[in-house]
């Protein structure tokens, strides 16, 4: 292996590592049924053959100004596969970031950290709406991240902080409870 990488991996503590992997695996495993018998829901079925159509409802609702530039991650449509596998990716990040920002030490309590996180059944019920799950997630990663660099006492952390904010919020407002208490159990463990 290379040393750069080495040098990456070794950054991360064991349980931030089993976190990623438990969360990433026991997504697949939970989830594996949505992405390949995905049945079609009203919003699916709107933006198949029109991704204006979500522009346009970004643009007169005003409330998701991110979303329709988020959204091109994984392409126009509706594309189970790869939207599930973005949107586990972004989970399990996520769940290293708890791991970390909660000093979580223990190598079980990081695994069901990151299995609670992917099996959560808002999870669930986010797939539902697969054509903007993956940025839904990385709305949910952006929050997390903001929490995270919140806590560091830097001014460029706190400009950073700001901006992932901006930008979760941008595309899904409901995961700013999520970041807010994550950030007030790291100050109140701290």
């Avoid at 449509?77 to 990040?93: A, M």
Wanted: a positive charge; proline letters at 3%.
């Amino acid at each position: 292996m290379d040393k750069s990488l080495r040098k990456f991996i070794s950054y991360f503590t064991t349980g931030e590592k089993i976190a990623l992997i438990t969360a990433f695996l026991c997504g697949l495993v939970t989830h594996m049924y949505m992405f390949t018998n995905k049945i079609p829901n009203h919003d699916d079925m709107r933006y198949s053959f029109s991704y204006s159509n979500l522009v346009q409802d970004v643009y007169t609702s005003n409330s998701r100004w991110g979303l329709p530039f988020l959204s091109q991650l994984s392409g126009f449509w509706s594309t189970p596969w790869l939207i599930g596998i973005l949107s586990i990716l972004f989970l399990s990040l996520t769940a290293m970031l708890v791991v970390r920002m909660l000093k979580i030490q223990g190598i079980v309590t990081a695994a069901l950290t990151g299995c609670l996180l992917v099996t959560f059944p808002t999870v669930t019920a986010i797939f539902e709406y697969m054509v903007t799950a993956d940025t839904y997630f990385l709305a949910l990663l952006l929050c997390t991240l903001a929490s995270f660099m919140l806590t560091k006492n830097n001014v460029f952390c706190f400009i950073f902080s700001v901006l992932c904010f901006t930008l979760s919020l941008s595309i899904y407002q409901p995961f700013l409870p999520f970041a807010l208490s994550l950030f007030c159990a790291f100050n109140v463990s701290s």
